[in-house]
Structures are given as structure tokens and as C-alpha cells.
């Protein structure tokens, strides 16, 4: 922000200036009034949450929260002229402490003769939580206004203190609608129409997706440079870059996606999985970061459904690994196909958990004398593995002998479901519960 390179003295309140003729095309339609900020009429509009506290004449501190591009600092602005409060801006990306005591100490100056202050902080997310706790007290006596904007889930980022302060305004991302009402209003402030076919414009607007202060530096390229005739979408594709796809590795954008891959998979839609795959994928996601993923949910949601599952994701590993990216990937591809379209099981997963559970309770008892080993003659003369049934030898391969410890009867950890491959265990274990039934061994639940 332009105040945080001003002389040390120089007052910290922002007027807000129209912008001049020359300027970005993005600042010359910022817009004047609430009114007209497109795209966020549920907060903006008579019953949304802004609009409300516009018309009672009185805000609270609040958050906004949304992608680039979507209105944040337009609205900030507009907030304070709306309602009669100072203006002050800075971004948290080059402010510290000691910009924020000054601006506490001029706005209760300023509070002093009545004029009450809205600090708006651009990228309030950058702040660590000691900087974010010395909003507490200037927000609470109402020395200030707190808005914050960020890109960041405020949950994860802002203190829950600073959030039980504030409240969270979500803005949306522009729609194909605002973004065509964003070109209209380029095209009607340049009074000449874009140098594109339909056809064009309408791949102009998918390109920006959902950024409208992108759309409006690609409009204004496109204004600057003298074209004999309109472009259609494949000299559009040629001349401008398409908007980098928002994602970063270690924020909420990251575990969004791969949220929603695991889940399309355990819900059988391959086409959704491939989909969320790819978003990872063409936005750099660390490929064995997905096949590692791939692997837990073959195992947590397949299982013994389909053996083969796990198997797949290994040989994917091992084929990226053999190949990189980008022929790899479609190793990648392949596996999370396979997932989506297997038969679905978290018997597995289930019985894991209970047995973890069991064990934690139970630790300490010891197996039965029978299946214990005895290397010395010491353990022979006290029992260790005296009556172990060799099953090999029994008929069938199954001698139907007890393994658990005298203390804890039976249990049935693994209930495999009717499901494919695990169709024909819940088979066997049923036929090998008779023969021990039979055989006078001790059933689960069995004193």
C-alpha cells in the first residue's frame, strides 16, 4: 500500500480519490458504492450481512474471506465511506508492531474528537498470532473497526480469540455473469468493444476463473494493442495466458482437493476422481504425495474387496518412478480409475481399529500354553506347546484349534462385507466357524 512508504510523520488516514484517467483499468472501475460491486450481492445486497449493517449505520469488525479478485478491498473501501469512518490500509505483508501502535495511537487520537477509524488489513492471514493478539484490546474498546481480508481458511489461519471478534464473510468467486458484467463495463469506460469474436469473449471470461481483476488486466492488454480484426478463441489462446489455477501445496486449497479425490473414489464416481486428479495434478501437485494417497484409500476403502487394488497403486508407484512426469502419470491415472470403479469395502479399516482397540485393553495377557514356542526343555516341562494341533495335518488343513488367551473369549474383528472378493472370505470364515463350532473349540463370546 502506497501510506507504507510515506515520511514517518505523515498521517496514516487514506482518502479516497478517484482514479486517474490514465490509470490501471482494474482501479478506474473500482466501484463508488456498494451497489455496484458485482458479484457479492448475498453480502452486498438490502439482506445480506453488509448491506444490513450499511443501513443501521453501524459495522462490526469482520473478515473477508474469499479468492483473489472477488471484491475484498473494493468493499473495505466503500465500508468506511458508507458509513462515515476513516479510512486506514495496510497490508500485513509489509507491516510489522511498530506500524501497528502507531495506527492504534493516531485512531484513538482521532476517536478523541469523534471520528471513529476503519483499519482495513489486506492479507490479515500473514500476521503471526502475537501480531494478531495486539488487535484485541483496540478492537474490543472500539478504537477500531477491524476488516480483514484473506485467501486463507480463517480457522486455520487467525486466532480464535481475534475470531470470536469478528465476523466471517464469505465472498464468491465471480460467476460466468458478474465477469461478462465486468467486460461491459470495460468496454463502456474504453467506449470501443473488446477486440474479440463471441466466441473469444466467452473464452476470455473462462480464462479469468472467477478473478475479476484479472479479467480486467487481460481487457486491458487486449484494449492496447492495435488488432486489424477481432481475435477468435484459438489467436485469444495464442496472444494471452490463461489464469494459473489457485492452489498452494501446504493451504487449505491442498486439502480441499485431496479430500475430495478420496471421497469421489469411496463414492464410486470415477469421472469426479479423475477430475480432482487432474486439478491436482496440472496445478503441480507432488505426484508420489498423490499415489501415497491412492495407496491409503486402497487399502482403507477396498481392501480385501479387491486384492488387486493395492497391488495396482504399487505398480503405479513403480511406474512413475520408472518414468517421471509427465508419461507417469498416466500410470496415476490408471490406479485411481481402478479404485473408483472396485468394489467397496472398509471391513479391513474396521477391523483394524477394533483389534488397535482391543490390544490397548488386553495387553498383557499371554497366548495360550499351546501355540507357544518352547526351545528349552525348562518351557516343555512347564507346558509351553504341549497339545499344539499342526494344522497341515489335520484334515482339510484346519484343525479348528483355540488361539486366543484363556481371559479374553473369541472376537470377530474382520467382518467381511458381500462385496466382491470378500464375498467369498465371509464364505470361508463362515465354513471355518462351523468346523470349530464342531470341534468343541471356543466360539466368539464363548466364557
Known amino acids: 500500500m502506497a501510506d507504507l512508504f510515506l515520511p514517518e510523520d505523515t498521517p496514516l488516514t487514506v482518502a479516497l480519490p478517484s482514479a486517474p484517467l490514465d490509470g490501471p483499468l482494474a482501479d478506474r472501475l473500482r466501484p463508488a458504492t456498494l451497489d455496484e460491486v458485482i458479484g457479492q450481492e448475498h453480502l452486498t445486497g438490502p439482506d445480506g450481512a453488509i448491506g444490513r449493517m450499511v443501513a443501521a449505520g453501524k459495522l462490526s469488525s469482520m473478515i473477508l ?11 473495505a473501501r466503500l465500508l468506511a465511506a458508507a458509513v462515515g469512518l476513516r479510512f486506514v490500509a495496510l497490508s500485513a505483508v509489509f507491516s510489522g508492531v511498530a506500524d501497528l501502535k502507531k495506527i492504534f495511537a493516531e485512531a484513538r487520537q482521532f476517536a478523541r474528537t469523534g471520528e471513529k ?3 482495513f488489513v489486506d492479507e490479515i492471514h500473514r500476521f503471526n498470532r502475537a501480531q494478531q493478539d495486539g488487535f484485541l484490546p483496540f478492537v474490543e474498546d472500539g478504537t477500531i473497526t477491524l476488516v480483514g481480508a484473506t485467501t486463507e481458511n480463517p480457522s486455520f489461519e487467525l486466532n480464535a480469540a481475534l475470531l470470536s471478534r469478528c465476523q466471517v464473510l464469505i465472498l464468491q468467486r465471480l460467476d460466468q455473469r458478474a465477469l461478462c458484467r465486468l467486460l461491459d463495463r470495460a468496454e463502456a469506460i474504453e467506449d470501443r468493444p473488446l477486440p474479440l469474436t463471441p ?20 481487457a486491458e492488454t487486449l484494449f492496447d494493442i492495435d488488432l486489424p480484426e477481432p481475435l477468435d478463441p484459438a489467436a485469444l489462446a495464442a496472444l494471452l495466458q490463461r489464469r494459473v489455477a489457485v492452489y498452494d501445496k501446504d493451504r487449505e486449497g ?6 475430495a479425490l478420496h471421497k469421489a473414489i469411496r463414492g464410486s464416481d470415477p469421472q469426479a476422481a479423475l477430475y480432482y486428479l487432474a486439478r491436482m495434478l496440472t496445478a503441480g501437485e507432488e505426484p508420489l ?9 486402497a487399502s482403507e476403502d477396498i481392501g480385501l474387496a479387491d486384492p488387486q487394488a493395492l497391488v495396482q497403486c504399487l505398480a503405479a508407484k513403480d511406474a512413475y518412478d520408472f518414468l517421471g512426469s509427465p508419461e507417469g502419470e498416466l ?25 488397535w482397540r482391543s490390544a490397548k485393553e488386553t495387553g498383557s495377557l499371554m497366548p495360550p500354553q499351546n501355540i507357544l514356542n518352547a526351545p528349552t526343555k525348562l518351557m516343555k516341562t512347564i507346558g509351553y506347546g504341549q497339545g499344539y494341533a499342526y494344522d497341515h495335518d489335520a484334515a482339510d488343513g484346519f484343525s479348528g484349534a ?6 479374553l473369549p473369541p472376537q470377530h474383528y474382520y467382518r467381511p462385507t458381500d462385496r466382491g472378493f470378500e464375498k467369498r472370505l465371509a464364505e470361508r470364515l463362515a465354513w471355518w466357524d462351523e468346523r470349530r463350532g464342531a470341534s468343541g473349540a471356543p466360539q466368539d463370546g464363548d466364557e
Not at 491442498?254 to 479430500?259: A, C, R, T, V
Not at 499415489?291 to 491409503?296: F, G, K, Q, S
Open 289 to 297: 504425495f498423490l499415489l501415497r494417497r491412492l495407496v491409503r484409500a
Open 65 to 75: 474471506w474469499g479468492p483473489p479478485g472477488t471484491g475484498k478491498t473494493s468493499i
Open 254 to 259: 491442498h486439502y480441499n482437493l485431496i479430500s
Open 331 to 355: 500410470a496415476i491415472v490408471q490406479a485411481c480409475l481402478y479404485l473408483a470403479t472396485a468394489p467397496k469395502s472398509n471391513a479391513a479399516y474396521v477391523a483394524q481399529k477394533e483389534a
Open 117 to 119: 477509524t476503519l483499519l
Open 402 to 407: 483355540n488361539y486366543w488367551p484363556d481371559a
Open 199 to 218: 466466441e473469444a469473449r466467452d473464452a476470455l471470461v473462462g480464462s479469468a476463473d472467477g478473478d475479476g481483476r484479472f479479467l480486467l488486466n487481460q
